[in-house]
Antibody, heavy 120, light 109 residues
Framework: QVTLKESGPVLVKPTETLTLTCTVS??????????VSWIRQSPGKALEWLAH???????SYSTSLKSRLTISKDTSKSQVVLTMTNMDPVDTATYYC????????????WGQGTLVTVSS | SYVLTQPPSVSVAPGQTARITCGGN??????VHWYQQKPGQAPMLVVY???ARPSGIPEQFSGSNSGNTATLTISRVEAGDEADYYC????????????FGGGTKLTVL
């Protein structure tokens, strides 16, 4: 059974760095062509893709947020980590991690999401 | 960067057919995926690779993609289909990026 679960702080202060962890089970981050993305959704707004990490450790970032994002993975722990620097209230959102399977570019499994509020 | 355009809202009576469009430059050359999101829940894949259905998704959900428009079709709409729907592609032009449409709120009258 494939599952993904996000964890991290519920509240961060402006200018702080956010670190989120996605712990996966039911598949290996070593699987060829399989990757994990981070996607966020501000309250009442659309989905916004942030970053993706491939099984070969290649990374891709949203152009608009690239300077603030770092994605990495620890295969032994089955975890994908996202850091976002210089947090601002506009970054308040539910953050999801999602798996991109090995046969296509869709996200076949999603975590439940974690709401992060940015406020002083 | 690549842009996907969806209508903000679509309304349909129960039992009728809903069509949600996703516009993009030559989108027909991309594989398009569709997600359903109900309030308070994570998105769920309902159609992938333009027209394929994941296991467990009913046949009432179908998709097509040609030219500059992809379409998600929901037949025999039920109250339980009321949700937000998002299209998504993997943009291989230049950097490898994921792109989502702005979402469409489906209202069942």
């Amino acid at each position: 059974q494939v599952t993904l679960k996000e964890s991290g702080p519920v509240l961060v202060k402006p200018t702080e760095t956010l670190t989120l962890t996605c712990t996966v089970s039911g598949f290996s981050l070593r699987n060829a062509r399989m990757g994990v993305s981070w996607i966020r959704q501000s309250p009442g707004k659309a989905l916004e893709w942030l970053a993706h990490i491939f099984s070969n450790d290649e990374k891709s970032y949203s152009t608009s947020l690239k300077s603030r994002l770092t994605i990495s993975k620890d295969t032994s722990k089955s975890q994908v980590v996202l850091t976002m620097t210089n947090m601002d209230p506009v970054d308040t959102a539910t953050y999801y991690c999602a798996r991109m399977g090995d046969s296509s570019s869709d996200f076949d499994y999603w975590g439940q999401g974690t709401l992060v509020t940015v406020s002083s | 960067s690549y842009v996907l355009t969806q209508p903000p809202s679509v309304s349909v009576a129960p039992g009728q057919t809903a069509r949600i469009t996703c516009g993009g430059n030559n989108i027909g050359s991309n594989s398009v995926h569709w997600y359903q999101q109900k309030p308070g829940q994570a998105p769920m894949l309902v159609v992938y690779d333009d027209s394929a259905r994941p296991s467990g998704i009913p046949e009432q959900f179908s998709g097509s993609n040609s030219g500059n428009t992809a379409t998600l079709t929901i037949s025999r709409v039920e109250a339980g289909d009321e949700a937000d729907y998002y299209c998504q592609v993997w943009d291989n032009s230049g950097d490898h990026h994921v792109v989502f449409g702005g979402g469409t709120k489906l209202t069942v009258l």
